[in-house]
């Protein structure tokens, strides 16, 4: 781990910008200079935060139905504002990245040809971004975003040590967590839209399968923050009228977390918006590795054998 012992982590739980992507990372650019205030240099944002997470799919009556226009509305509206590859918008916030020499994780919508993928990206000082693109939608997820694949399923070497990252249900992939806990994570990001408890269980159960730190890393937003982020990309009524059918008030309630080699919680967030920080101990991963090592001596490679394909499928050769 290049001889450092501790780093500083931060999970900014804050409400994206809906919808309107370009808004969205002039917010964060703000949100993310609070957290380097903190002296964090690991710093991780939910699942989505650029572009928001489309919770019409779950809240608003009939957004599923067959040729739905508000709902056709809104995907077409997050194609548009959707990162591509090299993306400029991007540039002001490499360039806190990289004065800093921080790393951080941030879930956005990316358009990959005329598709839509979920996608956390974790940015490097001085060096391009790590994709890691959701490999399963969620349930009515399917309906906007297309699988990743496993080029995208990797790591990255911080120097002070390995850095992976997972989106919601993927950590109840097995496979996926196997070959992550292959790669020694020393930091792992979960990115949620809200950190429920049974999603805090799966982050604490992660952090002491992989013997490495977790940061849990929800949103907070509400029905009106949807609404406005619809008008801030252009606006169509068809799809207002689609997110007025949602509930009033708050429909993502925040409950990040980090947590340590050993599950135990190192610090927990309500359900609005604040920073939260921790310092990791990186020693309290090789003594946890003492105990469980489920890539090592805790392993039956006699037995078992897993084989990932990380060759990018695009379909047409």
């Known amino acids: 781990m290049g001889g450092v012992k501790q780093i500083k982590a931060a999970v900014v739980q804050a409400a994206p910008v809906p919808v309107a992507v370009t808004y969205g990372i002039e917010r964060m650019a703000r949100q993310l200079r609070d957290a380097l ?24 009556p009939g957004a599923a139905l067959w040729d739905q226009r508000g709902a056709q509305a809104l995907h077409g509206l997050l194609l548009d504002e959707a990162l591509r590859e090299n993306d400029p918008r991007l540039e002001p916030i490499q360039a806190m990245v990289d004065a800093a020499g921080a790393y951080v994780s941030v879930g956005v919508h990316e358009r990959v040809r005329s598709s839509l993928k979920n996608t956390q990206m974790l940015l490097r000082p ?21 699988r990743g694949d496993g080029s995208t399923l990797t790591t990255t070497d911080a120097g002070w040590g390995t850095i992976g990252q997972a989106i919601c249900w993927e950590h109840w992939m097995p496979l996926v967590r196997a070959t992550l806990h292959h790669a020694g994570e020393a930091v792992h990001v979960a990115a949620w839209p809200t950190v429920r408890d049974v999603h805090i269980l799966a982050s604490r159960h992660y952090a002491f399968e992989g013997r490495c730190f977790v940061l849990a890393a929800g949103t907070v937003q509400t029905r009106d923050q949807v609404i406005e982020g619809l008008a801030r990309a252009g606006g169509d ?9 949602m509930p009033e008030g708050l429909l993502q309630h925040g409950g990040s977390a980090i947590v340590a080699p050993n599950a135990d919680v190192l610090a927990l967030a309500g359900d609005g918006e604040e920073i939260i920080t921790a310092d990791l101990d990186l020693t309290a991963i090789g003594r946890g590795l003492a105990a469980l090592d489920v890539d090592g001596h805790y392993s039956r490679p006699d037995i078992f054998e897993l084989r990932v394909d990380r060759r990018e499928q695009n379909g047409v050769v």
């Open 37 to 60: 205030d903190t002296g964090a240099r690991m710093i991780a944002f939910g699942e989505t935060f650029l572009g928001g997470y489309p919770i019409w799919l779950d809240e608003a």
């Open 126 to 146: 001085h060096l391009p971004p790590v994709k890691h693109r959701k490999l399963v939608p969620t349930h009515g997820e399917r309906l906007i975003w297309a």
């Open 237 to 245: 009524a068809d799809a207002e009228a689609l997110l007025k059918a």
